[in-house]
């Protein structure tokens, strides 16, 4: 039987601390798939190789989080029913989520696969690289429906209150990521085409165990009878949910994409320091990411049972522990930011810019944990909608501040990672006033 966590009574720290930790855990192993490429591609296949593959991170991050945006309206509705109470209703939401993320994710593989090449050229990546990254992009993007499939079970067991069993899968399909990439990059010599099928693999392998364990295991998400049909409108209520943020975080994505392009006119020694210093925040952002998790499943679970002052503790208590984490990590890259970089390249240039890139970003830590916990909460509440609000200040701040920066002769390409610090802290201004202007109290699901 797998334990549920029931976050409507308790400490509201402790709540939140509790569920974080497995996630965080599980987090830092996702983000492990992409070092394990970074790290295994910029060793034994050079700088030139890791450029290209960074170079289709932003539009591989924008179809993926699609998937992802529409798992966490899953979560939502399921995290408001289990803290209702109504487990039938739970068990047919999950259903109708499943049905909606499978279509979705399937539509969105083929589409992305076949975009590669269009997107890159626009892109500007340049010609020595294109090959490459069309080859890395393809293989990625048509595995979306494997990052769908596992971004929508783990959605689910958050609601419920469990981060542990995902991330024992994670744990495995990690190790065996690790293991694919080594075997298809050094040994049969398949390049990064290798790099993105191991990764696709493993990911694959991780949903299809988690799925039919916890459905085998755990009796308030296994349907009964007539509950296997999914239910029209728990579909739309999934997608009413799901949407916005999948806008949002396609949104984001877009402003992403555009800030590569931009990252893309200063050639590969840029583009590679620009791929390693995003790796390494990947791995930054978790903590952050975590606390949104937890904060947006304590905020369901508390609204669904009528107890929204609870919910706004939990969001005082998850401010004080991201603001804690965001000085812990700027103090770390201000004395050890280049050696950390020289871990995944060997090229001095490279270390020399990543390393100052971190320590720049780093000083804005703060403003980023703010933006995770109270979209976290917004979402939580079932303030859904507003996330294309906060998708569109993200996509104003990074592609207007980098046309700007990039092009005064003094910042130049520092333009990059300057504008990236300045978005989180408009970003972080625009939830907080959707917040204080309180309209979440109404949008409980």
Known sequence: MIKTRDMTTGSETKHLIRFALPLLAGNLLQQTYNAADTLIVGKYLGDDALAAVGATGSITYFFYTLCIGLSIGSGILAAQLFGAGRLERLRRSIISSGAVTAIFGVVVSIVSAVAAKPVLQFLNVPPDLLGRSVTYMRIACSGTICVAAYNWINA?????????????????????????????????GFGVGGAAAATIMAQGLSAVGCIVYCFGSNKNIRPKGDEFRPDA?????CMTMGIPIAIQNGLVSVSMIALQRVTNGFGNTVMASYTVSMRIEQFVQQPFASMNAAISTFTGQNIGAGKQDRAVKGLRSGVMLSSVFAVMMFVVFLILGKNISAFFVSGQDVISISGKALILTGAFYIPLGMIHTVRGFLNGAGDTAYAIVNGLSEVISRIGFSLILTNIAAVGFWGIWITTS????????????????????????
Not at 164 to 183: A, E, H, K, R, Y
Not at 233 to 237: A, D, E, G, N, Y
């Open 422 to 445: 300045i978005t989180w802290v408009v970003t972080a201004a625009v939830s907080c006033h959707r917040y204080f202007k309180g309209k979440w109290k109404l949008k409980a699901v």
């Open 233 to 237: 409108v728990l579909m739309k209520k």
């Open 156 to 188: 689910i067991m958050r609601a419920l209150g469990n981060t542990t069993v995902p991330l024992v899968f994670l744990g495995v399909s990690t190790v065996l990521n690790i293991g694919l990439d080594l075997l298809f990059v050094m040994v049969c």
